[in-house]
């Protein structure tokens, strides 16, 4: 018969197996942060919600996206009928069309009173338009160079968008980190002057070796 070596260690105790775990202070898992809520760009709208991703710009109401498509395509049919192009082709569509009703038997007795048709029952935006999502006005006249907004609500808001979402892709990044320190060492000054004390001044840097 083959003897077996004894177990070194009982069948009630446990064996060592490798190096022992820390069982220290255990981070906490970190919870699913929801994002603060945001104002709708659509203007007129200003309903609040809460972003699904980071470069969501409009509440998810059905009639508010209708309405914004439709400033799109707004925008992209005036782009488009400003094209050179576009506008021969539309001049020799008019005059076979002139040339055909002349050619008709039918008339109307009163031009004025019949209804529109064709191009002429849609209504049309002519460019340029507010850059502002949903708003069809004229941006306001500007001496010096062309504007891109009817208003400072409008600038305003699309600015305060943009520098959302340029700030959300420089988070990660060491310049964006900077620039978010300073913002943040600003924005403290600014409150303890409103609250009318003397701010901490900044740490002063050692002189270099």
């Known amino acids: 018969m083959v003897a077996h070596s004894p177990r070194a260690f009982p069948w009630e105790i446990k064996p ?6 820390v069982t220290g202070k255990r981070r906490r898992r970190a919870r699913g942060r929801q994002s603060r809520p945001r104002i709708c760009l659509r203007k007129g709208c200003r309903r609040k919600y809460r972003p699904r991703c980071h470069n969501q710009r409009y509440c998810q109401d059905p009639e ?9 395509a707004a925008r992209r049919k005036a782009r488009h009928r400003k094209d050179d192009h576009v506008k021969i082709k539309h001049a020799q569509e008019e005059k076979a069309r ?20 064709g191009h002429a029952a849609q209504t049309f935006f002519a460019l340029p338009l507010c850059d502002r999502p949903g708003c069809h006005e004229h941006p306001a006249s500007s001496p010096r160079n062309l504007a891109r907004y009817c208003c400072p609500a409008c600038r305003q808001a699309v600015r305060n968008v943009l520098d959302r979402e340029r700030k959300w892709l420089s988070r990660g990044t060491p310049d964006g980190r900077k620039k978010r320190a300073i913002e943040y060492q600003a924005a403290r000054r600014r409150r303890g002057l409103l609250q009318g004390r003397t701010p901490d001044p900044p740490p002063s840097r050692p002189p270099p070796r």
């Open 64 to 72: 508010c996206l209708r309405i914004v498509r439709r400033w799109h």
């Open 98 to 117: 002139r040339q055909l009703a002349k050619s008709a038997s039918q008339t109307v007795e009163n031009s004025k009173l019949a209804p529109a048709r």
């Open 16 to 21: 060592p197996v490798g190096i022992g775990h």
